[in-house]
């Protein structure tokens, strides 16, 4: 059974900082692409990152390049998010996400195409 567990959300004031974990069971876990995403509420889900587990291949969306970094410990099969200078429109909840198929620059925002997700970890940035 394929799980997918989020941690480390919390309430940050502006410019602070916070390292998001999703600890990942129940799949081969380094051939895998596996990503963040995030909704708002009143917003559609988008993604924010993807990296490809087994190669290394990491994928961001323009707006969060610079402030926030994909990474994986392969050996604790955890996935991590770092965020840094937080922003109050970073607000949401966060999930992650693992696909069946390696990622590139042109499907890993494809979140439909995903095939499993955690419950999400709140993410509140106060200005």
């Known amino acids: 059974q394929v799980q997918l567990v989020e941690s480390g959300g919390e309430s940050v004031q502006a410019g602070g900082s916070l390292r998001l974990s999703c600890a990942a069971s129940g799949f081969t876990y380094n051939s895998r692409c596996m990503g963040w995403f995030r909704q708002a509420p009143e917003k559609e889900r988008e993604g924010v990152a993807a990296?490809?587990?087994?190669?290394?291949?990491?994928y961001y969306v323009d707006s969060m390049k610079g402030r926030f970094s994909i990474s994986r410990d392969n050996a604790k099969n955890t996935l991590y998010l770092q965020m840094n200078n937080l922003k109050p429109e970073d607000t949401a909840t966060y999930y992650c996400?693992?696909?069946?198929?390696?990622?590139?620059?042109?499907?890993?925002?494809?979140?439909?195409?995903?095939?499993?997700w955690g419950q999400g970890t709140q993410v509140t940035v106060s200005s």
């Open positions: 990296i490809n587990i087994g190669g290394g291949s990491t």
């Open positions: 996400a693992v696909a069946l198929w390696t990622c590139s620059g042109t499907t890993w925002r494809r979140g439909g195409a995903y095939n499993y």
